[in-house]
């Protein structure tokens, strides 16, 4: 199994512009989560869906953050337009309804 | 509600001493809990989890921890630490599998 795939693993942008971070969850798990990470606030649920539908978004941080999940093997977290308040690292993580499983990060960087 | 305290954000051990990382659930419900390690620039790994059944619970790398539901408690241990185990550590609960709380993580420094 190869894992939770998260792309890219870095990302460095300006600020303003529009940045988008995939995920691609284990096959099988019907749970997926969006975590951020900093050494401010540690470790933050951002969103998460269960069957492909959003159940918690009260994470979310501002109208500036959006997340899909189209089908259940693909998700994406954008933020636009980005800040440099945003740069943190990523995690994406999926569970087929117990442990939860997580992907190596986007470490996103807004200049 | 659901919550996790994890006592001491650092802990330094001396390399083959006991390691000892302290975790204190909330829950209203029997719980599912875990302990995730993350090494420096990695995601977080499964190190071990408590669902059911036996309360002492052993995970990879040497790492075990116990559940006392009378003392709302899952601590790590490991008999000897070795310098691979520099990392952070996270303690977590789930009643649903689909609400996951984290505690804010203990750093664990490992002195040669």
């Known amino acids: 199994d190869a894992g939770v795939i998260q792309s890219p693993r870095h990302e460095v942008t300006e600020m303003g512009q529009e940045v988008t971070l995939r995920c691609k969850p284990i096959s099988g798990h019907n749970s997926l989560f969006w975590y951020r990470q900093t050494m401010m606030r540690g470790l933050e649920l951002l969103i998460y869906f269960n069957n492909n539908v959003p159940i918690d978004d009260s994470g979310m941080p501002e109208d500036r953050f959006s997340a899909k999940m189209p089908n259940a093997s693909f998700s994406t977290l954008k933020i636009q337009p980005s800040e440099p308040r945003d740069s943190a690292v990523y995690f994406c993580?999926?569970?087929?309804?117990?442990?939860?499983?997580f992907g190596p990060g986007t470490r996103l960087t807004v200049l | 509600a659901q919550s996790v305290t994890q006592l001491g954000s650092h802990v330094s051990v001396s390399e083959g001493a006991l390691v000892l990382l302290r975790c204190n659930y909330s829950s209203s419900v029997p719980p599912y809990l875990f302990w995730y390690v993350q090494y420096p620039n990695q995601g977080l790994q499964l190190l071990l989890k408590y669902t059911t059944g036996a309360t002492l619970v052993k995970g990879i790398n040497g790492f075990e921890a116990e559940f006392k539901k009378s003392e709302t408690s899952f601590h790590l241990t490991k008999p000897s630490a070795h310098m691979s185990d520099a990392a952070e550590y996270f303690c977590a609960v789930t009643s649903t599998g689909n609400q996951f709380y984290f505690g804010t993580g203990t750093s664990l420094t490992v002195i040669p």
């Open positions: 993580a999926s569970t087929p309804g117990t442990s939860l499983f």
